[in-house]
């Protein structure tokens, strides 16, 4: 009796030892630390404007989110590296390419809207 109790107690009490209760490789990324493959980025439209430069890994999921109630597109200004339509309010998400470098875009619908994505 007393091997199964000693085995509850070390089994039991064995995911408590971080103190958090949470694994570590679910928390976010510290502030300042761009995104990496396989983790979210966001793109936020707000005002009909982008934003600051994005910076995320090759391969990262960017997540598009309109604020604003017209739709938007963010297209690659050179070549098919990446096109996310977004209607007015919702959200859509793209792969960033897996070329480091800057990649310029633009709104389709609304030609004064630019911004960039670095991929590093």
């Known amino acids: 009796m007393s091997t199964l109790l000693l085995l509850l ?27 990496t493959a396989g983790t979210a980025a966001t793109i936020t439209i707000k005002d009909f404007a982008y934003g600051d430069p994005l910076t995320v890994a090759p ?13 938007h597109t ?13 209607k007015g309010g919702g959200t ?9 470098g800057s990649y310029a875009y633009h709104c389709t619908y609304h030609p ?3 911004g960039t994505l670095v991929v590093k």
């Open 59 to 71: 391969g990262a999921v960017v997540t598009v989110t309109n604020m604003d109630t017209a739709p």
């Open 74 to 86: 963010v297209t690659a200004d050179e070549g098919p590296a990446f096109d996310a339509d977004v």
């Open 9 to 35: 107690i070390l089994f039991g009490t064995g995911g408590c030892a971080s103190g958090t209760g949470v694994p570590a490789s679910t928390s976010a990324p510290p502030s300042g630390v761009s995104p």
């Open 92 to 100: 859509a998400t793209f792969t960033a390419p897996t070329k480091p």
């Open 112 to 114: 004064n809207m630019h």
